[in-house]
């Protein structure tokens, strides 16, 4: 698979973080990272997750 060496992530932004298997959710802009690889960017309503101060549940559903 031919992936990119990593990215930087702006708010928003769904990744796969290669070294550790997880997926990201990126609430607000960060900087370059080593194996981020971009899937997606949330398009709406991330304004919201970075406002939470404490625990949250979030639901992910597909679009239609």
């Not at 370059?32 to 398009?43: C, K, S």
């Amino acid at each position: 698979m031919d992936a990119p060496a990593g990215t930087s992530a702006l708010a928003g932004d769904l990744a796969y973080c290669a070294p550790w298997g997880n997926l990201t959710v990126s609430y607000r802009d960060s900087g370059y990272a080593t194996g981020l690889v971009e899937l997606g960017h949330i398009d709406s309503g991330i304004e919201t997750v970075a406002e939470q101060r404490d625990d949250f549940t979030v639901t992910n559903q597909a679009a239609d």
